[in-house]
């Protein structure tokens, strides 16, 4: 096949890996519909991907991957940065020769008798000034397909990369999915990530959490802009206005959902709406204005399956009936449709599940899908994505949301003081762990910003960056920073707050505060609503009076003790910024009046 590109950093760069890893064919991929179909039958013809019920699911298919391979490998990922200070305490570190060695030892000959892939995309809209370009070579089709819904792939691409030599190299090497030789290396001065023996989606989509986080955070450190863990919705109010607000949240908390969240009833009437530019990264820049703007680079969504439903998430579902990839669900053999727990009461009697066993959903005890089964579905198919979501400009942020799952601590929701005050709140966001990380599942952890595993270089010089990003911001025109906390549990372990579509109340109140319309009490630990400001119509029957008094009540003595567990965190960073040290000393003393 002919190069579709006469750059000569992206040809010689493809020809050392061709010689590294001897595949026996190169395909280029230009996203073209046919070449792409031709894929999906070749992937269906070898078992790779099985192609679904048209009529009910037209364009969707199921793969499953090999059962040590369903998660991201905190463990095995690294940052290869020059020194293990420049990664910093938080992250894995591999010295960069030492890894090139290792990996190309690996690499080696593991595309023989296999097809070389080369994929170019872009994450964000070709072309906009956001945007950056990647180019991921991978022997796996399963690969192509999601690049193709996650990013934008193609010829296009190429152009818009012209001789230019910055871009991301991307390599992916299936090779034996061999979990002792599984590494995710990020080489952040190099721009290039090398992933290699897994299949699953996180490890191995490498324009996600490796570019658009990892690497992308570095670029933006040198440039002077933001990679952040953050979706991007905007609020409509029933005047017609839509606000922006960009959030955080620790993997599997509900990002998702509330990225297209649909509001209660009585919101509805009124006019209220939520328009989801992205569920998962946000790239943000200061725009000529001197306001913030974010795009979200992906195309897709690359959504938790498990808990979505009909209920909980009726976008999502949505997006996922056509044009979907599914992972490690399970296979309805009566319908050839797929099933999850938590998608309806109606488990299938006669189905294979995700490990490829047979299943009877009605009888078994085990489960049909993997709790980080996954669906790989295009942002266009949500009924409710933004019309601003190519947008080369991005949409105007108005405020910046932390979230986390406090049983205790945190009240429902608070908002900082200040800019600074906002990152130091980032900064010491925490959460239980979830399945979408291998590892133990309910821990706490520290998580700031929900960047733990994602960001690309010293946590503490990240944290400087938020710092210097907001020196350059008119006071008056940066985003708000708030936290929420949809999970405080009662003393017999009960959710206190119902969650889902009525989290809107609390974006409400968010906005209103951004534009200065709604008071609130000054706490130790910011602004907390008065409970008249949060609006209980519709709800009052689950949410008495007292029990939202207790959800925005703020116990100093917990905070006493998060103030120890923030200092022993924080004395991990030699390189802790004084500003945050002096927000801890704030809080300290706050809390001791
Ligand atoms: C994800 C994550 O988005 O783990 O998959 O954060
Ligand atoms: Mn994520």
Request: glycine share 8%; net charge negative; proline share 5%.
């Amino acid at each position: 096949m002919e190069n579709m590109t006469f750059n000569k950093s992206v040809l010689s760069w493809i020809n050392e890996k061709i010689d590294l890893v001897k595949p026996e064919k190169v395909v280029w991929i230009d996203g073209s519909e046919e070449q792409i179909e031709a894929l999906r039958a070749e992937a269906c013809s070898t078992g790779e991907m099985i192609k679904l019920n048209q009529e009910i699911l037209p364009d969707c298919y199921l793969h499953r991957t090999a059962v040590n391979d369903v998660a991201r490998v905190e463990g095995r990922t690294f940052i290869c940065a020059p020194t293990k200070e420049e990664a910093g305490p938080t992250n894995n570190w591999m010295d960069p020769a030492e890894a090139y060695e290792m990996l190309y030892a690996i690499a080696k000959d593991s595309y023989k008798g296999r097809t070389m892939y080369v994929i170019p995309y872009s994450m964000g809209p070709v072309g906009s000034k956001f945007s950056k370009i990647g180019i991921e070579l991978t022997d796996s089709i399963y690969v192509v397909l999601n690049m193709v819904i996650m990013t934008r792939v193609g010829t296009d691409v190429l152009k818009a990369l012209g001789d230019s030599e910055d871009w991301v190299r991307g390599l992916h090497c299936k090779c034996d999915i061999d979990e002792e030789k599984r590494y995710i290396c990020q080489f952040p001065q190099d721009n290039t990530i090398i992933s290699v023996n897994s299949g699953y989606g996180g490890n191995v989509l490498l324009g996600k959490k490796c570019f658009a986080l990892r690497i992308a955070s570095y670029q933006g450190k040198n440039e002077g802009w933001q990679a952040e863990h953050m979706l991007i919705l905007g609020l409509q109010k029933p005047n017609g206005e839509i606000k922006y607000i960009c959030a955080a949240f620790p993997s599997a908390c509900g990002k998702t959902n509330l990225a297209m969240l649909i509001p209660p009833e009585g919101y509805y009437k009124n006019g209220y709406r939520v328009w989801c530019v992205g569920d998962d990264i946000s790239w943000i820049r200061k725009g000529e204005d001197g306001r913030l703007y974010a795009i979200n680079p992906e195309n897709g969504f690359f959504g938790v399956a498990p808990g979505t439903n009909e209920k909980s998430n009726p976008n999502a579902l949505a997006s996922t009936r056509k044009g979907t990839i599914f992972t490690n669900v399970a296979h309805n053999l009566d319908n050839n449709t797929v099933w999850w727990e938590g998608l309806d009461k109606n488990p299938p009697a006669n189905a294979i599940e995700w490990k490829g066993n047979p299943w009877n959903g009605q009888e078994s005890e085990e489960k049909g899908a993997h709790p980080n089964s996954r669906f790989t579905a295009p942002a266009k198919n949500c009924p409710c994505i933004s019309s601003e979501f190519e947008n080369p400009n991005g949409v105007p942020v108005s405020a910046i949301v932390f979230g986390g799952r406090r049983a205790k601590l945190a009240p429902l929701v608070y908002q900082s003081r200040s800019w600074n005050h906002g990152v130091f709140v980032g900064s010491i966001m925490a959460s239980e762990t979830t399945a979408a990380a291998a590892g133990a599942v309910g821990v706490v952890r520290r998580d700031p910003m929900a960047m733990l595993p994602f960001c690309g270089y010293n946590m503490a010089d990240y944290w400087q960056h938020w710092i210097n990003i907001g020196e350059g911001l008119d006071p008056e025109k940066a985003p708000k920073i708030f936290n929420v906390n949809w999970f405080r549990k009662d003393d017999e372990g009960n959710f206190m707050w119902p969650g889902f579509g009525d989290n809107l109340r609390v974006l409400d109140w968010i906005i209103d505060r951004c534009e200065g319309k709604v008071d609130a009490d000054e706490t130790a630990i910011g602004y907390v609503p008065k409970a008249e400001d949060i609006n209980l119509e519709g709800i009052e029957d689950e949410v008495s009076d007292a029990q939202l008094k207790e959800l925005l009540s703020v116990d100093t003595a917990l905070w006493k003790d998060e103030v120890a567990g923030i200092e022993e965190f924080y004395a991990k960073f030699d390189r802790l910024p004084a500003t945050l040290k002096g927000e801890l000393e704030t809080l300290k003393k706050n809390i001791n009046k």
